[in-house]
Nanobody, 119 residues
Framework: QVQLVESGGGLVQAGGSLRLSCAASGRTFTGYAMGWFRQAPGKERELVARVDWTTGSQYYSRPVRGRFTISGDNAKNTMYLQMNSLKPEDTAVYYC????????????WGQGTQVTVSS
């Protein structure tokens, strides 16, 4: 099973940028899909972006489309989420997750990293 560790969260002013990292251990990206989720206080966890390393397909939720970009470094087994033009409503705990390609259940989760965007 893949172990995931996020990093890169912090406090940033509105309009700023952050890059989150998700380091995967236990296996490589091959055959897996990975995603970024977020959960704001009092709200449900929501999918922000995902990538299927097998097919190359990507998905972004409407609130972040055009501002966030998901990428990966296979040599480092690390996935990134570049977040630009941040807004206060992006404030949340961000989690990375992984599942085998073609499986609809996310089976591995990181511990989360806090992102706070001040107005």
């Amino acid at each position: 099973q893949v172990q995931l560790v996020e990093s890169g969260g912090g406090l940033v002013q509105a309009g700023g940028s952050l890059r989150l990292s998700c380091a995967a251990s236990g296996r490589t990206f091959t055959g897996y899909a990975m995603g970024w989720f977020r959960q704001a206080p009092g709200k449900e966890r929501e999918l922000v972006a995902r990538v299927d390393w097998t097919t190359g397909s990507q998905y972004y939720s409407r609130p972040v489309r055009g501002r966030f970009t998901i990428s990966g470094d296979n040599a480092k087994n690390t996935m990134y989420l570049q977040m630009n033009s941040l807004k206060p409503e992006d404030t949340a705990v961000y989690y990375c997750a992984a599942r085998p390609s073609g499986v609809n259940v996310w089976i591995s989760w990181g511990q989360g990293t806090q992102v706070t965007v001040s107005s």
